[in-house]
């Protein structure tokens, strides 16, 4: 069984991208375009083996959503990708229960690596 990763981002482009690169290594992936829409999709029964979200995005950004989701997914590894590379971000980010974080633009052996 094809593990499922979630990836939240607003950009539509940032999701077809990750979206193909993760389908290449047999990944089942689902998406979303912002914070809540992806806790809709938890709340609603998804159970991704991993989450990849982004912090800067309307509705819901990635630090509220991890913050958010973390009660209901404990031990669901969480990645950071996000064009942010400040420290007291990375620092809130891991406070809050991200596991990993990568600066976009990343390669897709980048992302295959950490994956």
Known sequence: MAK???IVDDSATMLASLKTTLQMM???VETANNGQ???DKIKGGLKPDLIITDINMPVMDGLE???NVRPILRFTPILILTTES??????EAKRLGAT???VKPVSGN???AVV
Do not use: H, P, S, Y
Request: no cysteine; aromatic share 8%.
């Open 4 to 6: 499922t990763v979630l």
């Open 26 to 28: 047999n990944l089942t």
């Open 37 to 39: 829409a992806a806790l």
């Open 65 to 67: 959503f991890i913050k």
């Open 86 to 91: 400040e420290q007291k971000k990375r620092d």
């Open 100 to 102: 990993g974080w990568l």
């Open 110 to 112: 980048d992302l295959m």
